[in-house]
């Protein structure tokens, strides 16, 4: 069974950090953009990073390139998100993402996992 299981969120203080991790099972990141995105109440979900096993390529966003590191860790078929000096605005709830590079193009979603920035 094709499975993304994340952990990791919480709670935390602005300027504070959270390492968030993403499981695969059923499947190898070879050929798969992965990636994290995040939504926040009342508004859409955006992307936060993206990695590319066919170009080797990471992309940030803007609001948090800097700040957050996306990594994998192969042998454990597991991605994480690295996410230092949270901000207010960093809160949302968080979903792990692959998205195949061949057909039939799958998309698979991790459950979510929140993350509440707040003094």
């Known amino acids: 069974e094709v499975q993304l299981v994340e952990s990791g969120g919480g709670l935390v203080q602005p300027g504070g950090s959270l390492r968030l991790s993403c499981a695969a099972s059923g499947f190898t990141f070879d050929d798969y953009v992965i990636g994290w995105f995040r939504q926040a109440p009342g508004m859409e979900r955006e992307g936060v990073v993206c990695?590319?096993?066919?170009?080797?390529?990471?992309y940030y966003s803007d609001s948090v390139n800097g700040r957050f590191t996306m990594s994998t860790d192969n042998a454990k078929n597991t991605m994480y998100l690295q996410m230092n000096s949270l901000k207010p605005e960093d809160t949302a709830v968080y979903y792990c993402?692959?998205?195949?590079?061949?057909?039939?193009?799958?998309?698979?979603w991790g459950q979510g996992t929140q993350v509440t920035v707040s003094s």
């Open positions: 990695f590319s096993s066919g170009s080797g390529d990471t």
């Open positions: 993402n692959a998205r195949g590079l061949r057909y039939p193009y799958v998309d698979y």
